[in-house]
């Protein structure tokens, strides 16, 4: 299930949450409260109903937002080494087919020589890739979900 967005500016400072208000509060299932709570969420203190400072939740939700991946620029791919978008070597990138209209980008990281990965539509190489020597692979096309996930840059792809 994909996690949906909260908006710490819905929490108020000054107040304390139960599970079920800050759920509300945020838009999000009490499920994800708990599992906050796992991430590091630090409740008001261990008695029951657990109740969360609304500081807290606010500290504890801008921490997450800055931790989460960043989208690629344009002539990057995210280096999972590096933990940053890198330019790839060379200015050199591999785009292998997976469907008729997208795939896998494949460059070596300039700085650490990792092997990076970004899925691409084809028809956004030129946008997505500018100024890289963007070379098609053929032959690849390979079956549907077996495919290696590039788990980072996918939020290009939403529109
Ligand atoms: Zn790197």
Redesign the pocket.
């Known amino acids: 299930m994909p996690a949906r967005r909260a908006n710490p500016q819905r929490v108020k400072l000054h107040r304390s949450y139960s599970v079920s208000e800050l759920a509300l509060c945020c838009g999000v299932h009490k499920n994800t409260i708990r599992h906050w709570q796992a991430k590091g969420l630090e409740p008001v203190d261990s008695s029951r109903p657990t109740l969360f400072r609304g500081a807290t939740i606010r500290a504890f939700l801008a921490k997450a937002k800055a931790s989460r991946k960043s989208p690629c620029p344009p002539g990057t791919l995210y280096?999972l080494?590096?933990r940053e978008p890198?330019k790839p070597a060379l200015g050199m990138v591999d785009f292998v087919p997976i469907t008729e209209s997208g795939g896998n980008l494949r460059a070596i990281?300039g700085?650490?020589e990792?092997v990076m990965h970004r899925r691409a539509r084809r028809a956004d190489l030129g946008r997505i890739m500018p100024g890289c020597t963007v070379q098609i692979t053929q032959g690849q096309i390979r079956l549907k979900g077996r495919a290696s996930p590039s788990p980072n840059c996918d939020k290009e792809r939403q529109n």
Do not use: F, K, L, S
Request: hydrophobic share 0%.
């Open positions: 280096c080494r590096c890198r990281c700085t650490c990792t």
